[in-house]
T-cell receptor, first 114, second 112 residues
Framework: GAGVSQSPSNKVTEKGKDVELRCDPI?????LYWYRQSLGQGLEFLIY????????KSGLPSDRFSAERTGGSVSTLTIQRTQQEDSAVYLC????????????FGEGSWLTVV | SQKIEQNSEALNIQEGKTATLTCNYT??????LQWYRQDPGRGPVFLLL?????KEKRKERLKVTFDTTLKQSLFHITASQPADSATYLC???????????FGAGTRLFVKA
């Protein structure tokens, strides 16, 4: 596609439910990143994919968070047993490869846990 | 520990003036540093990249400097316009080179 596409754009869920957030990167981009941004805060790195593998999962805040990427394209970030502190914007970004100078962001998935 | 610091207070300036935003970092030796713009409710958008061997980079009304001795980058917007009002994020590559680390951003308000 022309840009990084994320869905859903907004999600309200009840505490304790699982949620899945989807990212469709720019076609041909091998590197894919997930970030989290809480209200008024900076971007917090979660996980990085190169192709289908995730060399760096260091930012995942707990074992309730997981992510996968299949076919070197679409990625899914899953949050199990959501908590209120998980409420944030989840931003996906992609780049040509991990050496690329520029990363391109999607518009984010706004998650609210009530 | 590694840290990126940007002015947490919003910057308010008058239209036509030059806005200057600061980014300081510690315990990094990045090969390059980037600046992004983020509008409310939107994802960040890449603006400029400056490499460690470059002192200054310009793009239209934007100018970025990079002082690796001071571990500081300055981001200037000349002849500022109300449409420049946004949050500006400083970013640099993590030591391992696999991910980009972002500062918290500085909110800029340009008044007409």
């Amino acid at each position: 596609g022309a840009g990084v596409s994320q869905s859903p754009s907004n999600k309200v869920t009840e505490k304790g439910k699982d949620v899945e957030l989807r990212c469709d990167p720019i076609s041909g981009h091998t590197a894919l990143y997930w970030y989290r941004q809480s209200l008024g805060q900076g971007l917090e790195f979660l996980i990085y994919f190169q192709g289908n593998s995730a060399p760096d999962k260091s930012g995942l805040p707990s074992d309730r968070f997981s992510a996968e990427r299949t076919g070197g394209s679409v990625s899914t970030l899953t949050i199990q047993r959501t908590q209120q502190e998980d409420s944030a914007v989840y931003l996906c970004a992609s780049s040509l490869d991990f050496n690329a100078d520029t990363i391109y962001f999607g518009e984010g998935s706004w998650l609210t846990v009530v | 520990s590694q840290k990126i610091e940007q002015n947490s207070e919003a910057l308010n300036i008058q239209e036509g003036k030059t806005a200057t935003l600061t980014c300081n970092y510690t315990n990094y030796s990045p090969a390059y540093l980037q600046w992004y713009r983020q509008d409310p409710g939107r994802g960040p958008v890449f603006l400029l990249l400056i490499r460690e061997n470059e002192k200054e980079k310009r793009k239209e009304r934007l100018k970025v400097t990079f002082d690796t001795t001071l571990k500081q980058s300055l981001f200037h917007i000349t002849a500022s316009q109300p449409a420049d009002s946004a949050t500006y994020l400083c970013a640099l590559e993590d030591t391992g080179g696999f991910k980009t680390i972002f500062g918290a951003g500085t909110r800029l308000f340009v008044k007409a």
